[in-house]
């Protein structure tokens, strides 16, 4: 649920901005796209190394789980 606000509010807050610079609508779609991506992309970072997904966390690539869990100890 978290993740989900953080994100949409990055994507409002690009996209207003760039609107009132009169940005063309190819530059905010791309540029709202990017900056949702990065909070979702932590967000669900963050959830991986959370015990429920250890199943999960068996079958990604060994560099994906390393970084999961060491968000997880950054932030802690």
């Not at 993740?3 to 190819?26: F, G, I, K, N």
């Not at 949702?36 to 789980?65: C, H, N, Y």
């Amino acid at each position: 649920m978290a993740t989900c606000a953080v994100v949409t509010l990055v994507a409002l807050a690009v996209r207003l901005v760039l609107e009132r610079y009169h940005a063309p609508s190819l530059l905010i779609t791309l540029l709202v796209s990017c900056g949702a991506a990065v909070p979702w992309s932590a967000g669900m970072l963050w959830k991986l190394g959370e015990s429920d997904f250890e199943p999960l966390r068996r079958t990604l690539p060994r560099p994906i789980v390393r970084l999961a869990e060491s968000l997880r100890r950054q932030v802690r």
